[in-house]
């Protein structure tokens, strides 16, 4: 059979497949074939959605009013948001900034087709999340990576944000706590960052997707001292809810308007079940089990950290959030998607390569997601140890 | 105060809002103030969702593990899918074609980001659903408006098409049923357009949102006839799913792999709850539902057209689907947003101005929707015809 001649816009040569798909379809048909193998190449918190989530989901459809919602969102949840910023960090967010979107990846989009001519540059870190630079590549825009290492806990300084920057720059995306890294950018680091870009005229968006997952650290949201970037967030990770696909934009004032007619073009609404769920995200009852996930979070890490260090995986930016290890493999491989393809087969353990975080040497880097239980994680490491003899 | 100055992308000066969105914030207004509205601008079906879906969702749920799926949907809903269009039209489609989308929204940003090069005309019926033509500019694309008349049902001519193509054209866009005027194309219209498109090597998509709402002639399916069009679905109309923010595309073979990628960015998957939900969609049990909600919309069809005809709105073209009535009104009036607020203020009876359709004569059209009950459209045919002494 010959392969049907594709008719494509020229941007799909650019936009490359999450690799880890590819892993991730090996390990299944492992699992058919009876092994067993743990899964630490998952970005999403292995817990079920929180009972009190769930409760009102079940309550709110069986009144079964499932119909859509305004585009920014139910005022209720919008409200809530921005309670939940003046309770737990003392940030005076108004409910007219906040947009309710089809998880961060939703509010990414939005933020970014709202404000990236074609051509316009963003600044991306390197390793980062890798659909940034593919949602600004959909709106003709163009990712310049900022190359990071573990000297700067994988964050972009302000001196490679100043080097970067060219006339057609339009502004920067970092992320806090970061995927891969689970490095964080303390309020004054990001402040200096806000200011290097306004001052040329900039946009920055903060993700704050794993906002609320830090181990030794508190919580902490750029919006405490500052209102005019853009800040990502979602109910994805310290929620729980990847599935329910529901996030958020905060964004500068007299923005959320002009995103309102993007977001009903793209989306109409999110999700009303998760947007009526979402409310019973902020309860006491619901932040509890939140907290003991966390400290499930926490204990898996310093597990998993000194282990990984002790099996020779160099880990040079201590991690204290998200729920990521990003390994350095040098002393015991010089190709990343080879150990990870060892790992799969030899241990049955999977873990990301990587590729699928940049250019900026990842076959020098795997990414260990502690997303199983403590168990499983010790299982892990003892199977990683045998097949690394 | 003054408005602060934002810093936006070219396109937010062409992205238009949902103008009915402001007659409805003057509607809750006037409710919150205890007048009785009848709401006939809404396009959506005033039906909860089936009891077969709530169910589904609600024993999906009580598991709790509502966690990301592929990015193309889960199999058993793309199988089912499929089986759906073997079953109720004899069509062969294999699940591999189908992508499941966030809406039929999700699905056409997909199908026009996946082809669109900056440039690209993309030819659009005016009147229209909106939507397309600001997607359309969203990835930096050129709508252009084929204008319809009621000669043609409001659907483009294969001459007008012709006409219209240029050597920058990259295909057309058509709806059957359509929104806003409810007229079908047959399948030898639809083969028309697609030889006259093909021809040119543009593509063709066609969205087939309200299928299964027709009355006095039998649902069909492009895909009975051709597999290389893009055909976008959704589980928003005949099956009362609005809010749960789920839909799929049909591609051409070849194309889902390409445009996983990109749903992989722009979505990461679409809802859990939803996909789970939407299997029990297609049971006997449910279709039985929804048939008799499709009765209920043709005995409301059936009052309301020929009672709006009496009351000296002029409809061309027999509306034969979908839930709308795309009216004249040059016999009362020379202003559709004059008289929309005219209704609105003196009869309590809100209608969609034809401007959210277009610029072909919007002056001159006024959308009803009945998705409302029968009585409330019998009230406000009453109103109207006061009103309008
Ligand atoms: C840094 C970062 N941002 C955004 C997202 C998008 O997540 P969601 O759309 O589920 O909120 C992810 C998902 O892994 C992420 O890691
Ligand atoms: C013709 C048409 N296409 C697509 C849509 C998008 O609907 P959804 O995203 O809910 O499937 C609509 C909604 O009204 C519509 O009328």
């Known amino acids: 059979m010959t392969a049907p ?8 040569a650019d936009i490359r ?11 299944r048909e492992l699992e058919a074939q009876g092994r067993d193998i743990i899964h630490m190449e998952i970005g999403e918190p292995d817990f079920a959605s929180p009972q009190p989530v769930i409760e009102a989901a079940t309550r709110f459809l069986a009144r079964g009013d499932v119909h859509y919602t305004p585009a920014l969102g139910i005022t209720p949840l919008r409200e809530a948001i921005a309670r939940f910023y003046q309770d737990r960090f003392g940030a005076d967010v108004s409910p007219e900034r906040i947009v309710v979107t089809p998880g961060a990846s939703g509010a990414l989009m939005l933020a970014l087709a709202a404000t990236t001519n074609p051509g316009d540059t963003w600044l991306l870190p390197d390793p980062t999340y890798p659909s940034n630079r593919h949602l600004v590549r959909a709106f003709e825009g163009v990712a310049r990576a900022v190359p990071v290492s573990a000297d700067s806990a994988y964050q972009p300084t302000v001196a490679a944000v100043e080097a970067a920057w060219q006339t057609t720059t339009r502004g920067l995306v970092v992320a806090s706590p970061a995927n891969p890294t689970g490095t964080l950018l303390d309020l004054t ?11 040329r005229g900039g946009h920055l968006i903060v993700d704050e997707i794993y906002q609320g997952l830090t181990y030794g650290v508190e919580a902490s949201t750029a919006l405490e001292r500052m209102d005019d970037v853009f800040v990502v967030n979602s109910f994805s990770k ?27 073009h793209f989306f109409i609404s999110a999700s009303t079940i998760a947007q009526q769920a979402a409310l019973a995200a902020f309860s006491p009852a619901c932040l509890e089990i939140l907290e003991a996930r966390r400290q499930a979070f926490a204990e898996r890490r310093n597990t ?55 250019d900026n040497r990842p076959q020098q880097h795997l990414r260990f997601a502690y997303t199983t239980g403590q168990h499983r994680l010790e299982e892990a490491v003892e199977r990683i140890r045998r097949a690394l003899v």
Chains 1, 2 share one sequence.
């Open 5 to 12: 001649i594709l008719s494509l816009a020229d941007r799909m």
């Open 304 to 358: 998993l950290l000194p282990a990984l260090r002790e099996l020779g995986f160099t880990v040079a930016a201590e991690p204290q959030g998200a729920f990521y290890i990003y390994s350095d493999i040098s002393a015991l491989s010089d190709d990343s998607e080879a150990l990870a393809r060892r790992l799969i087969e030899e241990a049955g353990v999977a873990a990301t390569p990587g590729i699928d975080f940049g």
């Open 189 to 199: 680091q990001i402040d200096a960052l806000r200011r290097c870009v306004h001052a």
């Open 17 to 27: 497949p999450f690799h880890v798909m590819e892993l991730l379809r090996r390990a």
């Open 238 to 264: 310290y929620f729980g809810m990847t599935g329910w696909r529901l996030g958020w934009l905060v964004a500068p004032e007299g923005y959320a308007r002009e995103i309102e007619r993007l977001a009903q």
